[in-house]
């Protein structure tokens, strides 16, 4: 199968990479080159336009940062990937993205007569360096049947979630729980300093109630270790709690205060770290105001 992959960010790259380790044909595109160099020292063909990289794929992934580079990938009007993409090919994107843009994106796609896979994958870079990323798989059963191969070289779960979009929505409610316990866990370790408490004990007791959550270990540890290198970053976990916020005509004032948190770590500087820094907020004089926290407009 001659697939082709968009992207190669932190994710995207160890997909595609494993996807060259089941020896499928494959060609990259990456706006940075440079990140394909490791690829194609292993076989992958290089493109310089996504365009370029499509056109006699049969499979095309996109794994990208946000709806701004979904655009560009697929439908800038010169370089964008549905100019030369076959009809008869399937496209798959695993990006997080807004849901009115992944609508936007099928009724293109519909249009080109390309079939359309929604497929937004839960995991950190560690799982998809091993294969263990979770997919949402949205859209046609029968065509995600088709792929499903495939998609198991990449993840170990494939949740069908549903018509297009659902695949968006599950992914962002995802994020959007994780974020509020990270946000929580930042919130009562400061607690913990500030009446120098022993927050590992507490934790530990905590953690033998039916409110422990599986990825608690990791959050409360990463912070109790101060280890903040990026597996999500903040700036990251912003976007898609601002996608989130999008999804309601209703206030969400849950998800709007933890979204004002992660604003507010990224403009002290800590975009680029792990989501668990925003830790940090709680561990200088600067505290946050009595009042709730909420987001910018």
């Known amino acids: 199968m001659k697939i ?4 190669l960010g932190a994710m995207g790259s160890r997909m595609a990479n494993r996807m060259l380790d089941a020896g499928h044909d494959l060609t990259v595109w990456n706006r940075t080159e440079s990140a394909a160099y490791p690829l194609m020292q292993k076989g992958a063909r290089i493109a310089v336009t996504p365009a370029a990289a499509v056109c006699e794929a049969d499979l095309v992934f996109s794994m990208v940062r946000d709806d701004i580079a979904s655009k560009y990938v697929w439908s800038d009007s010169g370089t964008g990937a549905l100019k030369t993409i076959r009809e008869g090919a399937i496209a798959i994107d695993c990006s997080t993205l807004s849901f009115e843009w992944v609508k936007q994106l099928s009724i293109l796609m519909h249009k080109k007569n390309i079939s359309f896979i929604e497929a937004p994958v839960s995991g950190s870079r560690p799982a998809a360096e091993n294969g263990q990323l979770v997919f949402f798989a949205a859209g046609d059963k ?32 995802t994020n959007a729980l994780l974020g509020t316990q990270v946000a929580l866990f930042a919130e009562l370790l400061g607690a913990c300093r500030e009446h120098s408490l022993s927050a590992t004990s507490i934790l530990k007791a905590i953690s033998t109630t039916s409110v422990w959550a599986p990825v608690a270990n990791y959050l409360s540890m990463s912070m109790l270790a101060e280890e903040y290198s990026p597996q999500f970053p903040v700036e990251l976990l912003n976007k898609d709690l601002g996608y989130t916020t999008a999804l309601s005509k209703h206030h969400m004032p849950v998800v709007n205060t933890v979204l004002g948190i992660f604003q507010r770590a990224a403009q002290r500087g800590y975009a680029e770290e792990n989501m668990t820094a925003v830790a940090k907020l709680y561990q200088t004089s ?6 709730a926290y909420s987001a910018t407009s």
């Not at 792929?147 to 962002?172: E, R």
């Open 4 to 7: 082709a992959f968009l992207g």
């Open 142 to 173: 029968t065509l995600i049947e088709r792929v499903k191969p495939t998609l198991l070289l990449l993840g170990n779960q494939i949740n069908l979630v549903g018509d297009i979009g659902c695949g968006a929505v599950t992914k962002l409610f």
């Open 286 to 291: 600067e505290s946050f105001p009595r009042k």
